[in-house]
């Protein structure tokens, strides 16, 4: 599955507009993924993010469908980038788990006064704590760069 193809595989599959929990960790097209999905409103999305890029900068991979992860630093969407989009699809960035692994978004509906403002990265980054749950952290990788003409 693909952005072009994942709302329809939902779709057949009868899954509901509006679901309690969407999780999405799909390494490389994981931001690319969630934007295709903006026809669902689930309460709450968790994605995996790239805690390498610093919290003030908007980034993500180029697309391509089945593109897979190498193992470095070059992979997924920046914090920045997610809360931009989470915005985007009304939502708010809540907050992040520790390791520097998942950012955790609400439907803007229901943030109400339950959760620490501001919402945007800055506020919520958490850096890369990998060596807490493997034994070593991505080795260093060139990041996608736009080519400027």
Same mark, same amino acid.
């Given at each position: 599955?693909?952005?072009?193809n994942?709302?329809?595989?939902?779709?057949?599959?009868g899954?509901p507009?509006?679901?309690?929990?969407?999780?999405?960790?799909?390494?490389?097209?994981?931001?690319? !993924?969630?934007?295709? =999905?903006?026809?669902f /409103?689930?309460?709450?999305?968790?994605?995996?993010? +790239?805690?390498?890029? @610093? $919290?003030?900068?908007?980034?993500?991979v180029?697309?391509?469908?089945?593109?897979?992860?190498?193992?470095?630093?070059?992979?997924?969407?920046s914090l920045?980038?997610?809360?931009?989009?989470g915005?985007?699809l009304?939502?708010?960035?809540v907050?992040?788990?520790?390791?520097?692994?998942n950012?955790?978004? !609400?439907?803007s509906? =229901?943030?109400?006064? /339950?959760?620490?403002?501001?919402?945007?990265?800055? +506020?919520?980054?958490? @850096? $890369?704590?990998?060596?807490?749950?493997?034994r070593?952290?991505?080795?260093?990788?060139?990041?996608?760069?736009?080519?400027?003409?």
């Amino acid at each position: 599955m693909d952005k072009e193809n994942i709302a329809e595989h939902l779709e057949k599959l009868g899954v509901p507009r509006e679901i309690d929990l969407l999780s999405l960790d799909i390494d490389q097209n994981t931001y690319h !993924v969630w934007e295709a =999905l903006h026809e669902f /409103s689930p309460r709450v999305v968790v994605v995996e993010y +790239n805690a390498a890029v @610093p $919290p003030d900068i908007e980034w993500k991979v180029h697309y391509v469908p089945d593109r897979r992860w190498d193992g470095t630093q070059n992979f997924g969407a920046s914090l920045k980038a997610f809360e931009v989009l989470g915005n985007r699809l009304g939502y708010r960035l809540v907050g992040c788990d520790f390791n520097g692994v998942n950012a955790f978004f !609400v439907r803007s509906d =229901l943030v109400a006064d /339950s959760f620490a403002a501001p919402f945007t990265a800055e +506020n919520h980054y958490e @850096p $890369p704590r990998y060596s807490c749950i493997h034994r070593t952290a991505h080795p260093p990788g060139i990041l996608d760069r736009w080519e400027v003409d």
